[in-house]
C-alpha cells in the first residue's frame, strides 16, 4: 500500500501534543501520575507527550496482540507484555495511538482497574476514530477526533511500515 496524503502535518502534531501536556499539568497537578504507553504504536506520542508534562511523571509500557497484519481488529486480546511498576494507589494514565473499534482501550481500562488497584485510570488518544467504534469507551484526552480511514506515521503503522514517518498520512485503499 501506498501513501495517499498528509492529513496531519507534523506542526499540528506538535501543537496539539504541546496543549494536551499543559492540560495533563493542570489536571495531574500534586499527583505523580504513571504514564503507560501502549506498544508498539504509542511510543512516539508518548515520548513527546511526556515532555510536554510538567510533572514527575513515571513511565511504563503494555504491550497486547490483537491486530495482527491486519488492519482491522481481531476483538480477541493477548496481553503480551505485562506493566512492571507497581501501580498499586497510583494515578496511571493509558497513552494509545489511535482507538477504533475501542476493544483495546476497553479491555485495558478493565485490566488495570481490576488487576492493578490503581487510584485513578484515565485514557489519552492521539487519535479518536468513530467510523468502526464497537464499543463504548470514555477517552478522557484526545488529540484529534478522526471519521474514517487508516492511518499512518508518528508510530501508526500499517503491517509495521511508516511508523517513522513525521506527518500522518492516509493510506491507498
Ligand atoms: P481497537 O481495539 O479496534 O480500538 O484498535 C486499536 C489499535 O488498532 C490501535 O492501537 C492501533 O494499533 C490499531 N489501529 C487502528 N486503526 C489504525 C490506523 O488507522 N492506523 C494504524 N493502526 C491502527
Ligand atoms: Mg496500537
Known sequence: MKIKETLLQRQEIEERVSSLGQQLTKD???KK???IGILNGA???L???VRAVDLPVEVDFIRVASYGEATESSGSITLTKEP???LAGKDILLVEDIVDSGTTMAWLHKYFTTQHK???VKTCTLIDKNERRAVDVQMD???FQIEEGFLVGYGLDCAQQYRTLPDICTLEE
Open 84 to 86: 512492571e511498576l507497581d
Open 33 to 35: 501520575p504513571v504514564v
Open 43 to 45: 511510543f512516539i506520542f
Open 118 to 120: 490503581p487510584n485513578s
Open 141 to 143: 484526552y484526545v488529540g
Open 47 to 49: 515520548a513527546d507527550l
Open 28 to 30: 495531574y497537578t500534586g
